[in-house]
């Protein structure tokens, strides 16, 4: 059996119908069911069973051996979440019991860490461990990753293999509940449906313009073929940068949502919200030697490529992947 946490969530449930798309239907998945939005998201998905995340424990101790990997992708992921407790409770303290299970079945597992333990960049978007506690993340969501990676480095009970993804600004199908935390991408579709116009965040900062700011948007079927690609290879331990390696610009992404939609561009600007704009990144751009040098070959996306795709196969229909 393969578990996947978060499942009922935007890349677990993606990874949910990878790996049905592979031939493996003997998935449990763990979450909250809790929450009707995300219902849709396992939706005609073959799995196995259902566990409730509190559950999960409990129900483990009497298949532990039927096991065969975790895929631990399940954390509270809202940036502008400032509650130090919940992200302990879910992203740090659920996090280390799940890895200490996977160690002491010797289990292998991969966990989803975040380009957010990056902050600003003052140290660069590299996957070395020797950058990992000098990390300075702009919010508790970006601690909480980085904490964990922190306290993963350093035990000497290890899961068989393990690895930590990073990743950046994933985008793509299931994220219809993700509210405000979505994609700029669906926001993008939803503005320009409306209105046939999209307002993008103004610069604050005066080495870039407006609309130039530089992400990492990485889509998420890329994500989820390389979340595969560990389970199946399992290379070395560690932690996995996981964008495209190449940072684009927010207007860039507005242009090839227009296009994707068969839309005229009409794009303007609107001061980024005061509770974000001094925790704001201006730039990302995941460095990828790490994975590459581990076998993994197969082309990402490009932006335009992935946007295409997510609009008319996915968003403009409302299906699900």
Request: proline share 3%; charged share 25%; glycine share 6%.
């Amino acid at each position: 059996m393969i578990v996947v946490t978060g499942a009922a969530g935007f890349i677990s449930s993606c990874l949910v119908s990878e790996l049905n798309k592979n031939g493996r239907n003997d998935i449990v998945v763990v979450d909250d069911f809790s929450k009707e939005e995300k219902k849709e998201n396992l939706a005609n998905k073959s799995i196995v069973a259902k566990v409730q995340r509190m559950e999960f424990f409990n129900w483990a101790k009497d298949f532990a051996k039927e096991i065969e990997f975790v895929f631990h992708l399940g954390a509270r992921t809202d940036t502008t979440e400032f509650d130090q407790a919940i992200f302990d409770e879910l992203n740090l303290n659920y996090s280390k019991a799940m890895w200490n299970f996977c160690s002491d079945h010797s289990i292998p597992m991969v966990y989803a860490s975040s380009g957010a333990t990056f902050g600003l960049g003052e140290l660069g978007y590299s996957d070395r461990h020797e950058i990992v506690n000098d990390l300075k993340p702009l919010n508790p969501y970006g601690e909480s990753k980085n904490d964990f990676d922190k306290w993963a480095l350093v035990q000497e009970k290890k899961p068989p293999f393990w690895a930590g993804l990073k990743f950046f600004n994933v985008y793509g199908p299931n994220e219809y509940h993700k509210g405000r935390m979505a994609s700029v991408i669906m926001h993008a579709f939803n503005q320009i449906s409306a209105t046939e116009k999209m307002k993008l965040f103004a610069s604050h900062n005066e080495n870039y313009k407006d609309g130039e700011q530089l992400r990492d948007f990485v889509y998420v079927k890329d994500v989820v073929s390389v979340c595969l690609f560990l389970m199946t290879n399992k290379p070395k331990s560690g932690l996995y940068n996981l964008g495209t390696g190449t940072a684009r610009t927010f207007y860039d992404l507005a242009k090839a949502t227009f296009k994707a939609m068969g839309v005229a561009e009409d794009i303007s600007f609107i001061p980024t919200p005061e509770d974000i704009r001094d925790k704001y990144q201006y730039f990302t751009e995941a460095e990828m030697d790490k994975l590459i040098a581990a076998g993994y070959n197969k082309p990402f996306y490009s932006l335009e490529e992935g946007v295409e795709d997510y609009v008319q196969n996915y968003l403009k229909d409302k299906k699900y992947y």
